[in-house]
Structures are given as structure tokens and as C-alpha cells.
């Protein structure tokens, strides 16, 4: 359990609604590719207390660049669970930055595909540059910043900067860890090979009762 008012000290949160976005949520280049991001979401890992249907987002090795909006900023999707209420994050993750800027700079948009959503700042109140850890939770619905995952059960994520510093290239750099979203993930496809073990599993469970007959 988390306590409230540290909370609001160290997190800060925007909610963004409504369908001006719709038609590019996080942007019109989408730099990190949706097999980049399987492989990196292969190799992270779901905090220990994480249930099945959590969705992991891992950050690990991904630059913060520019306003957000920016072509140049880090965009991609990940396949969320249609319908559901995107209401608890939590997240474990270390930042660098570039030059002068700040730590509190570096902000993550998570949205649905009508540009509904929040706006992170992990950082929030570190008004320095250099290295930082961050892990905490929240409840978007403390805040009245819960939203819905739409029927084509995309989220879109951009990693943008507040205020670009002009850094060569990237203001940031996220060294380690990523974000946690609670109950929105989508239960792994069985692989075409598992398929035939369950065909074999249903086939001699019909046999076995063919026999008992």
C-alpha cells in the first residue's frame, strides 16, 4: 500500500482524452519496431508479485528525445487485453541523461488508440541531470485518471521529453527496468506445436472413453 500525499509528491500524472489523436496517438515515426519490442519483451521479466494477466513493458535501452509529438521520438504498440480498464501502474526503472538535462524532463505517454490516456513522469521533482532509480505504484482511479482499452486492444506508448535540452542526440536514456500495467495483458498464442499436443490430449481422452463405454 502506497501513501498518498508521498505519492503526489513523487509522481506526476496527466490524463489525456479525446479523439484529436485518434489518428496517430504518439506520433507519425515509430522508431522501435514491433520485433524489437518482442525480443525485449521476451528478455524482461514481471516483478515477482506481478499477476499473469500484467503487462510488462520493458524500457530498458530505449532514448528520450524530443517534444512530445516529435518524429524523432521513441513510439511504439503493444497488445493490450480488449475491453479492460487500464487502473494500476507500477513501475521499477533507472534513467540517464544527457548534458543538462533533468531527470524530471523524460515523460512516458501511454494512450489508447482514441489518444485517451495518462502522461508519466517517473522522475517527477528530481530537477537534476546525472542518474536516478525510480519504483513506486498508483491508482489512476485515486486520481480520476482511469481508462479503457478500446476494441482493437492497442495501447500506444512514446517516450518524449518536457523540455529538449538539444542534447547530442537524446536528452535521456533508460538504463534498466520499465512499467507494469495491471490486469490489461493478453494470454500468450499457443505455439502451432502445442496445438498438436492438445489435439493428442483430446484424442485419447475421446479413446479413453470410447473404451469405457
Known sequence: MF???VLALAFALAG???????ASPVGAAAQFSASQFSAAASSGHLPSDAAASDLYIPLAGLYSYDDRGSPSNVTFTVDALAGAVVDA????LTLQTFGASYLSEARIA???????GVLFTPGFGSNNSGTGSFA???LLSDYDL???VLDDGKLYIELYESYDDAASPADAVFLSGGLT?????VAPVPEPSTYGLMAL???GLGLATRRRA
Request: aromatic share 6%.
Open 3 to 5: 501513501n498518498k500525499k
Open 181 to 185: 500495467l495491471a490486469g490489461v495483458g
Open 201 to 203: 490430449g483430446l484424442l
Open 136 to 138: 513506486d505504484s498508483v
Open 16 to 22: 489525456v482524452a479525446g479523439s484529436a489523436l485518434a
Open 89 to 92: 501502474i507500477s513501475w521499477s
Open 146 to 148: 482511469s481508462f479503457q
Open 110 to 116: 501511454i494512450l489508447n488508440s482514441a489518444g485517451e
